[in-house]
C-alpha cells in the first residue's frame, strides 16, 4: 500500500510535499523506475563489492594466504558435515580461547556424569542438570575423566561453511569467508539507503547515500573487524548480512517469507538480532505510523508467513542447546574453559555488575597518549564509539520530525538499537580483545539508517568527520594484532 507522509500541525495533518513514497510501493522495483535500466540498477552495488573487496584485502594482505587463529566455525562445520554436535577434532593443543567443554566421568559409585569441577580443591562436581557431587581427593585422582569439546556461538556462519569445509576439510580458509560477506555488505547497504530515499523517507541523493555507504565500511569498526577471519568477528560480519537482507525484504511488510527467513539466521548467527523483528511487525500494524484498521486477513497472512522460519530455527537451535548441556536455554558459555570463568560462575552471563565496565568501553575509553614510543597505548578493552567514528555525535543533531510517519519510524529505529545495545551493557565481556567497540557492529546498520533519516545536509564538516574516522579505523586494521606495541591490558589508570 502507498503510504502519504502527514506533516504535523496545529490544525491537524496535511500530505507530504514529497507526494507518494514510491520506496513503500511493493508492487515496484529498482529496476521499473523510469530510465533506469538493469545495468544502471547494479553498477552501483556490484562497484561496490568490488572495491569493498580490493580494499579490505588490502588491508587483510599478510593474512590472506592463512586460516585466522580462532576458526571455531570450521569445526562446527565439520562436526555437522559428520551429523553430530560435538567436535570430531580437540582443539590445538594450548588453544584454550573460547571453546565449550566439560567432563564426562563415573564416579566411585558408579554412576556416569556430565559437568566441570566447580571447585577442584574442594572436591565440588557441578553436572549440567545442577547437581552437586562431592568427591575427596583419594577418589579424583582414580577418575577417567572424557572431555567434550563444542563451539557455543550461535552456528548460523558454520551452516554457511559447510560446503567449502566438505571440499577443503580444517584447511578451509575462513579469513577470505569472511572477506567475502564483509564486501557484499557494501551494496546490501547501498540498497537499503536507494529504497529508502527513493520515496522520501530520506530524501538523500545518490551521492549522499555513497558517503552514508563509505562511513559504514570504513568509517568504522567495521573495517578493522572486516579482515581478521576470528569467530567472534566472523559473526559479527556474517550477523550484518543478515539483517541488511531483512531490511530489504521487511521493509513496508513486503516480502514476509524471506524477512522471517533472513531474521531467524540472523539470531542464528548473534542473538540480539532478533530485536529486529520489531520493524516488521511496525510495518506490518502500524502502516503510515498508525494502527492498521483494515485488511486484516491479509495482514494474519503476511505474519503466518514472517514466523515460520523463526519458529522452526528457533526451536532447532532450543534443541541443540538441550541435546548439548542439557538445557534448553543453555549455548555453551557457561562452560567456556571449562567453567573456571569465575565472573560467569558468580554473576551469570548478563548481570548489573558489569554495567559499568561495558558503558564505559562502548563511550569513555580514551588511548593514553605519552612523550616516547610508540606515543599511543590502546586499551585491549577498545575506544570509545565517538573515537572511532566522531561522525556518531551527528545522530543527535536531527531535524525535528514534521510528518507523523518520520516521528514514528525514528522513534522505532532508535527501540530497536537500545533493545541490542542494553544487551551488551550488561553481558559478561566487554568485547575483549578489540580495537573499538565491536559489539556495536550488530546495531551499525540502522545507526546508519537514522543518520539517513535525519534530514540533515551531509555538510563538509561531517565528510571530515567520516575521513576521520576512516583514518582511525584504518590504523586499527593496520595495528591490531599486529603491532603489539600499541596495545596494552589496562582498562582505566589508578
Avoid at 127 to 139: H, I, K, R
Avoid at 285 to 312: E, I, M, N
Avoid at 487 to 494: A, I, K
Wanted: glycine share 8%.
Amino acid at each position: 500500500m502507498v503510504q502519504r507522509l502527514e506533516k504535523i500541525t496545529a490544525s491537524g495533518t496535511h500530505p507530504s510535499p514529497y507526494g507518494e513514497v514510491a520506496s513503500l510501493d511493493p508492487d515496484r522495483s529498482l529496476a521499473d523506475a523510469p530510465g533506469l535500466g538493469f545495468w544502471r540498477s547494479i553498477r552501483t552495488p556490484l562497484a561496490l563489492f568490488f572495491i569493498g573487496l580490493v580494499v579490505f584485502c588490502l588491508f587483510t594482505f599478510d593474512r590472506l594466504g592463512r586460516q585466522s587463529t580462532d576458526p571455531h566455525f570450521i569445526y562446527l562445520a565439520d562436526a555437522f558435515l559428520h551429523g553430530q554436535l560435538e567436535l570430531t577434532r580437540h582443539p590445538p593443543p594450548g588453544h584454550d580461547n573460547d571453546w565449550a567443554r566439560y567432563i564426562e566421568t563415573e564416579l566411585p559409585g558408579g554412576e556416569v556424569v556430565r559437568g566441570v569441577w566447580y571447585d577442584r580443591e574442594a572436591g565440588k562436581f557441578l553436572t549440567l542438570s545442577g547437581e552437586m557431587y562431592l568427591v575427596d581427593q583419594a577418589d579424583q585422582r582414580r577418575l577417567r575423566e572424557q572431555r567434550h569439546y563444542y563451539v557455543s556461538f550461535p552456528p548460523g556462519p558454520a551452516v554457511l561453511m559447510m560446503p567449502g569445509v566438505a571440499i577443503w576439510g580444517y584447511g578451509f580458509n575462513d579469513i577470505w569467508f569472511t572477506l567475502f560477506f564483509a564486501a557484499l555488505n557494501l551494496p546490501l547497504m547501498y540498497l537499503v539507503l536507494r529504497r529508502i530515499s527513493r520515496g522520501g523517507r530520506s530524501e538523500r541523493s545518490h551521492q549522499e547515500n555513497l558517503w552514508l555507504v563509505f562511513l559504514f565500511g570504513f568509517g568504522t569498526t567495521y573495517l578493522w573487524c572486516s579482515i581478521l577471519g576470528q569467530v567472534w568477528f566472523t559473526a559479527l560480519i556474517v550477523g550484518i548480512t543478515f539483517t541488511l537482507l531483512y531490511l530489504l525484504c521487511a521493509l513496508d511488510a513486503r516480502h514476509p517469507l524471506l524477512a522471517g527467513l533472513f531474521l531467524a539466521c540472523g539470531f542464528a548467527t548473534r542473538t540480539p538480532l532478533i530485536w529486529s523483528a520489531l520493524l516488521f511487525f511496525a510495518f506490518l500494524f502500524f502502516p503510515g505510523g498508525r494502527w492498521r484498521r483494515s485488511d486484516w486477513g491479509r495482514t494474519l497472512f503476511k505474519l503466518a508467513q514472517f514466523c515460520l522460519f523463526p519458529l522452526v530455527i528457533g526451536i532447532a537451535l532450543l534443541y541443540m542447546n538441550h541435546a548439548r548441556f542439557e538445557s534448553w536455554f543453555e549455548f555453551g558459555h557457561r562452560y567456556l574453559a571449562e567453567g573456571r570463568l569465575t565472573h560467569i560462575r558468580d554473576y551469570g552471563l548478563f548481570n548489573y555488575h558489569f554495567l559499568g565496565r561495558n558503558l564505559a568501553a562502548a563511550f569513555a575509553l580514551v588511548p593514553r597518549l605519552q612523550l616516547h614510543p610508540p606515543y599511543v597505548l590502546i586499551s585491549r578493552h577498545g575506544m570509545s564509539l565517538f573515537l572511532t567514528t566522531p561522525v556518531w555525535f551527528y545522530l543527535f543533531k536531527n531535524r525535528p520530525r514534521l510528518y507523523r510517519q518520520d516521528v514514528f519510524w525514528f522513534r522505532l529505529l532508535w527501540l530497536v538499537v537500545f533493545l541490542m545495545a542494553v544487551l551488551h551493557f550488561f553481558y559478561q565481556n566487554t568485547g575483549w580483545e578489540q580495537f573499538g567497540y565491536r559489539f556495536s557492529l550488530d546495531y551499525t546498520p540502522y545507526l546508519i539508517v537514522l543518520l539517513a533519516i535525519g534530514r540533515y545536509p551531509l555538510t563538509v564538516l561531517f565528510k571530515v568527520l567520516v575521513v576521520v574516522g576512516f583514518l582511525v579505523n584504518a590504523f586499527g586494521a593496520v595495528t591490531f594484532k599486529r603491532m603489539g606495541m600499541f596495545y596494552t591490558d589496562w582498562f582505566f589508570d589508578p
